[in-house]
């Protein structure tokens, strides 16, 4: 077992990353790495007939050990990866006899694997299982810090001004609500990065490419710093989208969904005519007043942290948890008084 086991190893460390914009067979020189290993290992084996062509393809022949004739099977696979994940610095972990609980992939970067969020983990308790460290490239990735204070989710000021006006026959209404201090975090959008389905984790990067494209084809999210071992070394790399927006949520960092509380917006406005009964003939003798009006609710931010959700409708101590979009509301009022 413990052979076979170092061979798969030894496969899955080689970088075999294809380029979807290659128009060359290979996609990626480096696959060659791989394939030169498996005619040598093919050979070694007893196989017969094992060569390899310009374009890698790798080929081998089993010699029938029977008398009789029998159908020829052929059986083929392929060793290049996607680029979805970067196939490079791939370090592979063997945990024997797996017992059920958390597995550290990343001790420094507090990477787990855990079967509370991952239930089919346990599966495959008492296995052997064979996992990653937690992240592919290492560099590019933020460091998590258990001891970030982010503040209270008390606002320091709460209030709100109305204001009327009128003007002959005209009246105005204007609500307004302001809310400063105070911050909020916001699962929704952590889930929402997570499964890629913000704005935001698509789009195009600083190179004007698609993130979500491979690193190596120009894709990829550009991260800016230092190196969190020394705190000094520079560090300026693109990231593959999908290990960038998932760190978060493995590493448990919550800073790209922490916002301020703080907001200025207009409530209500409204906009009001009374119409004189003079002006109403025959009907206005049986009437003593009527008017009509415009109204709406939720009309626009003045000023807010968070994009994606309404602050000032966030009513859980722990933030944002799964809040409908906030709605904008435009209604018309008839009013008669006899």
Same mark, same amino acid.
């Given at each position: ?10 496969? /899955? ?18 696959? #060659? ?5 498996? %005619? ?13 062509? @310009?374009?890698?393809? %790798? ?11 029998? $159908?020829?099977?052929?059986? %083929? ?10 196939? @490079? +610095?791939?370090? $592979? ?31 495959? *308790?008492?296995?052997?299982l064979i996992t990653t460290n937690g992240f592919s490239g290492g560099l590019g990735w933020y460091q998590a810090d258990a001891t970030k204070d982010w503040g209270s989710v008390v606002p320091k000021l709460t209030g709100g001004l109305q204001n009327f006006f009128s003007y ?16 909020? #975090? ?7 990065? #997570? ?19 491979? /690193? ?9 710093? /230092? ?25 448990? &960092? ?20 009374? &119409?004189?009964?003079? *002006? ?24 807010? +942290?968070? *994009?994606?959700?309404? $602050?000032?409708?966030?009513?859980? %101590? ?6 409908? $979009?906030?709605?904008?509301? &435009?209604? #018309?009022? /008839? @009013?008669?008084?006899?």
């Amino acid at each position: 077992m413990q052979h076979i086991i170092d061979r798969f190893i030894s496969y /899955v460390t080689i970088d075999t990353e294809s380029d979807p914009n290659s128009s060359t067979t290979p996609s990626t020189k480096k696959q #060659f790495d791989l394939a030169n290993k498996l %005619v040598e290992e093919l050979k070694a084996i007893g196989m017969k007939e094992v060569t390899i062509d @310009k374009h890698a393809y %790798v080929m081998a022949t089993l010699p029938s050990n029977v008398k009789e004739k029998v $159908p020829t099977i052929g059986f %083929v696979a392929h060793f290049d990866t996607t680029p979805d994940f970067t196939g @490079k +610095d791939v370090k $592979p972990q063997v945990i024997h006899n797996y017992d059920g609980g958390d597995i550290v992939l990343n001790k420094e970067q507090n990477i787990i694997l855990s079967p509370n969020y991952f239930k089919d983990l346990l599966q495959y *308790k008492g296995q052997t299982l064979i996992t990653t460290n937690g992240f592919s490239g290492g560099l590019g990735w933020y460091q998590a810090d258990a001891t970030k204070d982010w503040g209270s989710v008390v606002p320091k000021l709460t209030g709100g001004l109305q204001n009327f006006f009128s003007y002959k026959n005209f009246n105005v209404g204007l609500t307004f609500d302001y809310q400063f201090g105070g911050r909020f #975090f916001s699962l929704s959008e952590q889930w929402g990065t #997570f499964s890629g389905l913000l704005d935001k984790t698509a789009g195009l990067n600083d190179k004007g490419n698609p993130i979500r494209d491979a /690193v190596s084809a120009g894709g990829g999210v550009r991260v800016t710093g /230092v190196d969190a071992r020394d705190g000094r070394t520079p560090v300026d790399i693109y990231v593959d989208a999908y290990d960038y927006f998932h760190q978060f949520y493995y590493q448990q &960092i919550a800073e790209p969904f922490v916002h301020k509380l703080s907001y200025a917006k207009l409530r209500e406005f409204s906009l009001g005519y009374s &119409i004189p009964t003079n *002006k109403l003939g025959k009907i206005g003798k049986s009437i003593q007043g009527a008017s009509v009006a415009l109204t709406a609710r939720n009309l626009f931010f003045i000023y807010r +942290d968070s *994009k994606n959700f309404d $602050p000032s409708e966030i009513s859980g %101590v722990q933030g944002e948890d799964g809040q409908m $979009p906030g709605t904008r509301t &435009i209604g #018309f009022n /008839v @009013k008669v008084s006899f």
